[in-house]
T-cell receptor
Framework: DSGVTQTPKHLITATGQRVTLRCSPRSGDLSVYWYQQSLDQGLQFLIQ???????AKGNILERFSAQQFPDLHSELNLSSLELGDSALYFCASSWDSWGSPLHFGNGTRLTVT | AQRVTQPEKLLSVFKGAPVELKCNYS??????LFWYVQYSRQRLQLLLRHISRESIKGFTADLNKGETSFHLKKPFAQEEDSAMYYCALSGTASGTYKYIFGTGTRLKVLA
């Protein structure tokens, strides 16, 4: 499957902990986007990387960080977790850095207890 | 500020009835507008984009720059159209690039 792959599917952790979410983009895509979807909220744009470099930043908390590696996979690191960080985190990829349709992964459901 | 507004959380229509999912945006430049759809147990996927000006699965959407709207329409709803629909905008304003989504509208097509 050459689509967007996100791991893990589910993650349950305690407050104060740190987790890493992983995303492998669709084959040939250079951009990776991260979104957070909380209950009754839309998709909140967090951050975008293009070919290894940060391209755009949205409403990403300072406790969160991300990077894109030379093989183009990306990781989203969430630290000092709070109950309110419980959400579905989506990764999406596109072939260019602006305006192309996004291809989404299935998301990682994070539960902070 | 850049914003995408979908005023309806839920829209229920009967099979065969016309459908219009509303999307309004605020943006200071020339954005790209998209509609994405998420069917049950499937991932979010592109439905259509305004620059293509095409009809997908019977859906169309016209960009109205005067009203800053990009409403999604279908003349005759089918049960398989039941899904979550998201309007999205991408573009650069004040040197900042964003790809943002509305809160989504759940469409239920009743038999």
């Amino acid at each position: 499957d050459s689509g967007v792959t996100q791991t893990p599917k589910h993650l349950i952790t305690a407050t104060g902990q740190r987790v890493t979410l992983r995303c492998s983009p669709r084959s040939g895509d250079l951009s990776v986007y991260w979104y957070q979807q909380s209950l009754d909220q839309g998709l909140q744009f967090l951050i975008q990387y293009y070919n290894g470099e940060e391209r755009a930043k949205g409403n990403i908390l300072e406790r969160f960080s991300a990077q894109q590696f030379p093989d183009l996979h990306s990781e989203l690191n969430l630290s000092s977790l709070e109950l309110g960080d419980s959400a579905l985190y989506f990764c999406a990829s596109s072939w260019d850095s602006w305006g192309s349709p996004l291809h989404f992964g299935n998301g990682t459901r994070l539960t902070v207890t | 500020a850049q914003r995408v507004t979908q005023p309806e959380k839920l829209l229920s229509v009967f099979k065969g009835a016309p459908v219009e999912l509303k999307c309004n945006y605020s943006y200071s430049g020339s954005p790209e507008l998209f509609w994405y759809v998420q069917y049950s147990r499937q991932r979010l996927q592109l439905l259509l984009r305004h620059i293509s000006r095409e009809s997908i699965k019977g859906f169309t959407a016209d960009l109205n720059k005067g009203e800053t709207s990009f409403h999604l329409k279908k003349p005759f709803a089918q049960e398989e159209d039941s899904a979550m629909y998201y309007c999205a905008l991408s573009g650069t304003a004040s040197g900042t690039y964003k790809y943002i989504f509305g809160t989504g509208t759940r469409l239920k097509v009743l038999a």
